[in-house]
């Protein structure tokens, strides 16, 4: 990283419920305590970072459909349900068509 930030206490916004940065490193440091415990400068550094970069973003992270339920679900299709297989994937009918052109499908 090419960018000196002074190191600032690890802390979300509290006006923010849902605040993904703060979550992110959360979910970093339970994956990598020893990060956290070695170097507690870099991983407020790195938050600074992220906020200073994506600062005034609006972020859509879409739940992922396992494969499976994916398969599932586009075996209802019944020629004229796209919609409703559509809804139920959370996408759109265009993409139903799509993934039911692809190869091992009908």
Do not use: W
Request: hydrophobic share 40%.
């Amino acid at each position: 990283m090419g960018r000196e930030i002074e190191p600032e206490r690890m802390q979300p916004d509290a006006s923010a419920p849902d605040d993904v940065v703060a979550r992110l490193l959360e979910v970093l440091v339970a994956l990598l305590p020893e990060v956290a415990e070695r170097h507690p400068d870099r991983l407020a550094s790195l938050e600074r970072i992220i906020r200073s970069e994506f600062a005034g973003e609006e972020v859509y992270i879409p739940k992922r459909v396992s494969a499976d339920r994916r398969a599932q679900n586009l075996e209802r299709f019944n020629g004229r349900n796209a919609t409703e297989v559509a809804r139920q994937l959370g996408i759109s009918r265009a993409t139903v068509y799509r993934l039911l052109k692809q190869p091992g499908r009908r």
